[in-house]
């Protein structure tokens, strides 16, 4: 059988390549650079995020210092840098885990109906009934400020919407002809779903996540800027929450990994906007 | 009604799990909270004294029955940092949370609609682009970040308005604009979809062919139909307004409830931190039953 063959009628028609809108453009160029910069950040800043030069304390934006310095003289651009590091590997962190929980959970939802079904299902809605920001705020607050608790406390609600969206796409393909072919020939549920319906339900899994990956970075800025971040490393929100207090003399401090977090944020909204007019045909 | 019997009836699994999830939030503190609570120099006595009026030092099953019947009778525990009930310490500052959610809607509407129906009228012209960029904007702009900027431009350079805290109306308008821009943009998307479905009805055509006014169509015939999706939408979004109003009530120091969550975390003062929550969630989740409910009033559509 071939790949093709095996993924379905639907996704070779959807694969063909498109020349992006230019917001999607604007928007796929502003990540790349995001990306340049977390990558390259020991390359790219002249000191490291984290030392000091108390003589320079609060000063503006100048040669050497594009962005400023912070109270204690640090580099605002190698703490930004730096923090685009952070910021995008909690982002991929929380993506991956709860796309991969939420595809498993809604795919066996889906699948397997009766029981399973009802009892996936009323979770997912007592967790769509929380607030998802608050949820993560007191759980962030009582598991205490680390990377890991961070990742934690963001993935607990994330996973829902993966697996509402994936039942109702398994729903809908689990008696297509080619899963009912598969069945007839005795591949088993893990196969059916994983190599036929699976591959089929995964468009709306990537706008999704795009989508997703925004939420996420306003929602890990949001708990880093009320202190419950990490506070070992550098972070977006962290570093805005330290500006915060010093608007008056050194609005630069805020200024900039606010305005990093925005672009990034407005760059994943734009490249979602045109992965969802590209993958569901129903949005043309 | 039927369906606002059933949908009566779907919320009480979803307040039992809101009210689950709550009462584990204590439970999922790594190591004992009471000695997070009184710090490593508290006696034995101390801790358990604290553990003893916390209930801690009973079976798991039975915290829970005793959380479960002190809610019943509006007993959320004691603040251990403001030595009073916190049901007291909350409802002294739930309603500046109400206050600032309600402001932050009317923010939000006041820009939203006259927005959204332009841009819809005027379709595919500069000014529709422009809305839909703005509003891009919006969404993707933090509210802890828009908050410092606002007070840059409005306290610190043209001193009209204060720069944190509750005194009088004008320390209102900084942190409803802050809260409200992220709905506003969102707002102005939905009613300028909606109004763009319904601009292409018959029974505007014929409004229209009657010789009915542009202005009379948008406004009478075209607006009232097309609110009816954003009125749901405005009225899920209240519920996320109260949750949204947690970092802005930081950013600004609002007296609210937000504040006063922020405030117990730092203080591990986890009797609060659980009624926070709580009562948030629970307004959360009675807003969006509301709203359902409303929904279901409004368009006959949905009554099945």
Redesign the interface.
């Known amino acids: 059988m071939t790949a093709t063959a095996a993924r379905g009628p639907a996704a070779a028609s959807r694969i063909k390549l498109q020349v992006l809108p230019i917001p999607a453009l604007i928007g796929a160029l502003i990540l790349a650079v995001m990306i340049a910069l977390a990558l390259l950040a020991p390359l790219v800043t002249t000191t490291t995020p984290l030392q000091t030069d108390l003589a320079g304390a609060l000063r503006g934006p100048a040669a050497g210092h594009p962005f400023g310095q912070d109270r204690l003289g640090r580099d605002v651009f190698a703490q930004v840098a730096h923090g685009a590091r952070a910021s995008l590997l909690i982002a991929i962190a929380v993506v991956t885990l709860t796309a991969l929980v939420g595809v498993a959970t809604g795919a066996a939802a889906g699948y397997v109906g009766g029981a399973v079904d009802v009892v996936i299902m ?2 997912v ?3 769509l ?7 993560a ?3 962030a ?4 400020p680390n990377l890991v608790n961070l990742v934690i406390a963001l993935a607990v609600m994330g996973w829902v919407g993966y697996a509402r969206l994936v039942r109702a796409q398994v729903l809908g393909l689990r008696e297509r002809e080619y899963v009912v072919a598969a069945r007839a020939v005795g591949a088993g549920p893990w196969r059916i779903v994983s190599r036929h319906i699976l591959p089929n339900a995964l468009s709306p899994v990537i706008v999704q996540a795009t989508f997703g990956a ?1 939420g996420v970075i ?1 929602a890990e ?2 708990l880093s ?4 971040g990490p506070q070992d490393v550098p972070t977006w ?1 962290g570093l ?2 330290q ?2 207090a010093y ?2 003399y050194a ?1 630069h401090i ?2 900039f990994p ?2 990093f ?2 672009l990034t ?2 760059a994943l ?2 490249v979602g906007d045109a992965l969802r007019d590209i993958l569901d045909p129903r949005t043309r | 009604m039927n369906s606002i019997g059933r949908r009566l009836l779907l919320l009480v699994p979803t307040v039992l799990g809101v009210l689950t999830l709550v009462f584990f939030l204590v439970h999922l503190i790594p190591g004992d909270p009471v000695e997070l609570m009184l710090g490593e120099t508290a006696s034995r006595a101390d801790l358990s004294q604290l553990r003893a009026d916390l209930g801690l030092d009973r079976p798991l099953g039975e915290q829970y029955a005793r959380f479960l019947g002190g809610l019943a009778h509006g007993d959320l525990g004691r603040s251990f940092f403001y030595r009073k009930p916190v049901f007291a310490v909350i409802g002294g500052a739930l309603p500046a949370t109400a206050l600032l959610a309600a402001a932050a809607m009317a923010v939000a509407l006041l820009i939203a609609l006259p927005i959204g129906i332009i841009a819809a009228v005027r379709r595919d012209t500069l000014t529709d682009r422009m809305a839909m960029v703005g509003s891009l904007l919006g969404v993707s702009m933090p509210n802890f970040w828009l908050g410092p900027l606002l007070i840059i431009l409005f306290s610190f350079r043209l001193g009209w308005l204060p720069v944190s805290g509750k005194e009088g109306a004008a320390s209102l308008i900084l942190p409803a604009s802050t809260l409200g821009t992220a709905l506003a943009a969102i707002l102005a998307r939905m009613t300028r979809a909606s109004m763009l479905d319904v601009l292409g009805e018959d029974y505007l055509r014929t409004a229209r062919a009657k010789g009915v006014g542009p202005v009379t169509v948008v406004v009478r015939h075209a607006l009232r139909n097309a609110l009816l999706p954003v009125v749901t939408i405005v009225g899920l979004q209240f519920g996320a307004l109260l949750s949204g109003a947690v970092i802005t009530e930081n950013v600004f120091a609002w007296p609210g409830v937000g504040t006063l969550l922020i405030q117990a975390i730092t203080a591990r003062d986890y009797p609060l931190v659980q009624g926070c929550v709580l009562v948030i969630a629970l307004c959360y989740v009675f807003v969006n039953f509301l709203t359902d409910v409303l929904y279901a009033l409004i368009d006959p559509r949905v009554r099945t």
């Open positions: 009323r979770i809605d007592i967790f009934a929380f607030p998802g920001i608050l949820l705020i007191a759980l607050g009582v598991l205490g925004a306003i800025s949001s800027f009320l202190g419950l929100g805005l929450s500006g915060a608007l008056l609005p805020a200024f606010g305005l977090i925005m944020v407005l909204n734009l």
